[in-house]
Every structure is written in structure tokens, then in C-alpha cells.
């Protein structure tokens, strides 16, 4: 295996794509907007399908249709699938607020079921949430799940914008991690008005998003669904132009524990798909996932078609793997022709903002993307040089 490795800072925060609907919600172990961003530019062209099969938030759906290209999007996980699908079809607010507005929220409903979520929300604004879970799945149309994205956006966190009282932004503690956080504090959770939340984020998320289908066409051929990546049966064979994707990591993200209150405002239950779901600890089980996922990528991609997997380092049995390297074995022993390995070097020592990192000590530390082509690498011209960062203009935003 002849391996390049080509450090850089390819991408940087100060290149922060100014579309804030793809920060709408935080998500555990996510990437920013300029890591698809960099590998669609440079290695798909407009028109082609981009895929995700780890999709998370959507970022890659979403940047692949902002730069004119057509989403594949698939994750385990439904909530995935909720929110890539309202990412990519984004409504007028006027829309919204005249939605918002037929809603009655204030509706007698009975909350004695919810007892627990009273450490997070004033009676009333529980009330109000669960007349909007009703009225959205009265009518499941784009604009229902437009708000559905903004009110899953506002669950919890720590401003006034929240409908919880003071809580953690990025995970949803549990009840009873809450009523400690309460009681530390001397805190009740006040009420806060559900309708104003959401149109005040939508208008801040919905800025450069205007006609977006009319704009972003290609956007109307999405595909975006749920499902495990070693079996995208919904995927044709040889369909795929690139693949750009971050798996789980060895590590101990808990993506259901974590978005345990998304999943209760989606009305999604954790035991149709947590046995596939991967988040294990053992190495040889991780690498076994990673080998039929990319052995299903392959099967997807098309003849000269590329992959990216992003991956970091971790701690494993005191021992620092670079599971990029564990990446590029298995893809060449699957077929694929490796080309190199992407490390993007960032010049501040905080990652936690940046790709969804909890600090500078423990977890992935650097972003390392292996980049593979199904055929032979060379005809790839890609652009080592630092100049290549004059491409990054923001175009899709006018
Ligand atoms: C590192 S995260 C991807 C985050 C994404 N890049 C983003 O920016 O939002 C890994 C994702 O893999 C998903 N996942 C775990 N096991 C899976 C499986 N067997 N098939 C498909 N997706 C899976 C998790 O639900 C999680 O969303």
C-alpha cells in the first residue's frame, strides 16, 4: 500500500459557508459545512450524485445541492432522515407564519403521560409542544416539516430561544441529570412561547434559502432515506459519483442517548433500528462494519467514482490508531485504488466547535480523510496547493 499522506489546511473555519440552515441543530459527532464542501468542489462536477450513507445532519445532502448537485443521503438512524429532508426542502417563512398561525397550541391536552419532561418545560409550553407534534402529523407536508426541523432545533439548550429552561445545547441529558442541573441552579423551567421560537430562528436559518428548489434543481432528485450502509439496496449499482462521509467513530458518541428528545418530538422509537446502529468499542467488530459498507460503496460508486471517509485518531487500549490508515487497508482490499489521505490541519487548538469534538484531549483530535477511487487514481488532478482555496467563494449564495 503506497500511501500519500498531504497535510494542509485545505479548509478553515474562517471559511465558515454562510447558509445557516446548515447549522440549525447541533448533532453529536457532525462536520462543518467546508469538509463536503472542499471534496464536492474538487471532485464531482455539477449534476452528479453525491452520497452520504452516514448523513447525519444532512450536511452533505445540503452542500451537494447548494453546489448544483443531486443528494444521496442515508443514516440508521429516522431522525437523520427527518432532518436531511427538511434541510433539503426549505419553505418560504411567510409560509411558516401563516402555518404557525392556524395552529391552535393552547388546546386542553393532557400532559399527565409527560410527567418526566417537566424537568425541562413549564407546564404550559409542554402543552403547546404536544399540540404541535399533533399538528404537524395532521398534514406532513413540506411546511409541517420545515417546522418540525425548527421546533426539533429549539428542544433544548441555553438561551431564552430554547423552549426548555437552562439546559445543554448539544446532548439531551436526561430527566433526571435536568433536575440536578434545576436544583444546582435554583431553577423552574418558565414558559416560553413555542409559535415566536419558531418563527424567530426559522427567519435567521431561512436567509439565502429563497426559491431554493427553483435555484438548487437538482435538489428535486434527491434520495434521501434511512437505512444501514452495508445494505443501500434503494442505491443502483455503479449510480454514485462521489461519496463523501464520516462513520462512527470508535468511540463512545451515543447517538441515542444523546438524541433521546429529538427522537420523542420525531415520535421515533430507538428499537427499530438500535441493533444496527454502530457504536462499538471493539475494534475488530469496527472494522468488520467498515469493510461491508465500503464493500456496498463500491458496488455503488460508478467506474472512476471517489470516496472520502473521514475518520480520526483515537485512544484504543491506551494505544493512539489512526483509523485512517485502517480505512485505506480495508478500501484497497475491497478495490478500491487509494489516492491519499487528506489531513486538514487547523490552526487553533479548540476543536470542540469545529467538528463536534468535545475538547482538545480525548476523542479525534485531527480530521483525516482517506480519499479512494473505484479504477485507476490517476486521472485525478487534484490541487495540493494552498492557492486552491481562491475556489471557495461563495456563490450559491445569492
Ligand atoms: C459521525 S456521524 C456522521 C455525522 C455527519 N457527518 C454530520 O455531519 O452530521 C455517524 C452517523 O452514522 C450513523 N450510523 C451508525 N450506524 C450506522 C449504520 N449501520 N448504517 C448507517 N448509519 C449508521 C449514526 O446514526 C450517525 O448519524
Redo the contacts with the bound molecule.
Keep these: 500500500m503506497i500511501l500519500k499522506k498531504i497535510e494542509d489546511e485545505f479548509w478553515t473555519s474562517k471559511q465558515r459557508q454562510e447558509f445557516p440552515l446548515h447549522y440549525i441543530l447541533s448533532?453529536?459527532?457532525?462536520?462543518k459545512a467546508e469538509l463536503p464542501d472542499f471534496f464536492i468542489r474538487h471532485f464531482s462536477k455539477q449534476g452528479e450524485s453525491v452520497l452520504?450513507?452516514?448523513?447525519?445532519?444532512?450536511?452533505?445532502a445540503l452542500q451537494a445541492n447548494l453546489l448544483r448537485r443531486i443528494a444521496f443521503h442515508?443514516?440508521?438512524?429516522p431522525i437523520?432522515q427527518k432532518i436531511a429532508y427538511a434541510k433539503t426542502h426549505p419553505v418560504a417563512l411567510s409560509e411558516i407564519a401563516k402555518r404557525l398561525q392556524s395552529f391552535d397550541l393552547t388546546t386542553h391536552t393532557p400532559i399527565d403521560e409527560h410527567q418526566e419532561l417537566l424537568a425541562f418545560y413549564h407546564p404550559d409550553t409542554l402543552k403547546e409542544l404536544l399540540n404541535l407534534r399533533r399538528a404537524i402529523q395532521q398534514n406532513y407536508d413540506d411546511v409541517n416539516r420545515f417546522i418540525e426541523l425548527v421546533a426539533v432545533s429549539r428542544l433544548h439548550g441555553h438561551s431564552d430561544g430554547f423552549f426548555s429552561v437552562y439546559s445543554f445545547p448539544q446532548i439531551a441529558v436526561s430527566p433526571e441529570a435536568q433536575r440536578k442541573i434545576n436544583a444546582k441552579r435554583n431553577q423552574t423551567p418558565p414558559y416560553r412561547d413555542v409559535k415566536s421560537r419558531i418563527l424567530r430562528k426559522a427567519k435567521q436559518c431561512l436567509q439565502g434559502a429563497l426559491r431554493f428548489q427553483e435555484r438548487f434543481p437538482e435538489s428535486l432528485n434527491n434520495q434521501i432515506r434511512t437505512?444501514?450502509?452495508?445494505n443501500m439496496s434503494w442505491i443502483e449499482s455503479e449510480t454514485i459519483d462521489l461519496v463523501v462521509?464520516?462513520?462512527?467513530?470508535l468511540d463512545k458518541?451515543d447517538?441515542i442517548k444523546d438524541n433521546w428528545l429529538k427522537a420523542w418530538f420525531y415520535g421515533i422509537n430507538e428499537d427499530s433500528f438500535k441493533d444496527?446502529?454502530?457504536?462499538t468499542r471493539n475494534l475488530e467488530e469496527w472494522k468488520t462494519?467498515m469493510r461491508e459498507?465500503l464493500k456496498e460503496l463500491y458496488r455503488v460508486v460508478k467506474e472512476n467514482g471517489t470516496v472520502v471517509i473521514?475518520v480520526g485518531e483515537v485512544m484504543y487500549k491506551n494505544q493512539t490508531v489512526n483509523l485512517d490508515e485502517i480505512v485505506a487497508e480495508l478500501g484497497e482490499e475491497v478495490g478500491f485504488s487509494l489516492y491519499a489521505i487528506f489531513i486538514n490541519k487547523q490552526r487553533f487548538t479548540k476543536l470542540a466547535n469545529c467538528f463536534?469534538v468535545a475538547n482538545n484531549e480525548k476523542g479525534t483530535n485531527t480530521n483525516r480523510c482517506v480519499l479512494m477511487v473505484k479504477g485507476y487514481a490517476q486521472h485525478l488532478n487534484v490541487p495540493l496547493e494552498k492557492t486552491t482555496l481562491s475556489l471557495f467563494e461563495n456563490d450559491y449564495n445569492s
Excluded at 444496527?276 to 457504536?279: C, E, F, H, S, Y
Design positions: 448533532y453529536r459527532a457532525s462536520f452520504d450513507p452516514f448523513g447525519g445532519r444532512g450536511t452533505t442515508n443514516d440508521i438512524n437523520s437505512g444501514d450502509s452495508r462521509t464520516s462513520p462512527p467513530f458518541v447517538y444496527a446502529l454502530v457504536q462494519f459498507t473521514e463536534g
